[in-house]
């Protein structure tokens, strides 16, 4: 699934214009390294949003196309940031 119709589905981004914004932008990562709208995302993969401080940091759990808004979180679970690990 598009990297961008993921953050929307998935809830982590209200609009998917918003969500292809981000990524355009270089706000988005996939496994650390920069991903365009389009990129693919499968489960396993670790996502960095900086849209917001501090970034979010995702791990994929589950790619789905139709998802109820009550198991959107289902698709992913937060992670501690990199540096936050170290300490």
């Known amino acids: 699934m598009r990297l961008d119709k993921y953050l ?3 809830r982590i981004i209200k ?3 918003i969500a292809k914004e981000a990524c355009d932008k270089g706000l988005v990562t996939i ?3 920069d ?3 389009g990129t ?3 489960p396993g993969d670790h996502l960095t949003i900086a ?3 501090p970034p979010l940091h995702i ?3 589950k790619v789905a196309e139709h998802v109820k808004k009550e198991e959107a979180e289902s698709l992913y679970q937060m992670t ?3 540096t936050s690990a170290d300490s």
């Open 80 to 82: 501690p940031s990199p």
């Open 31 to 33: 496994n650390g390294r």
């Open 59 to 61: 791990q994929v759990l």
């Open 40 to 42: 693919e995302v499968q």
């Open 8 to 10: 929307k589905n998935a």
């Open 51 to 53: 849209i917001s401080q």
């Open 35 to 37: 991903a365009k709208a």
């Open 15 to 17: 609009r998917r214009t």
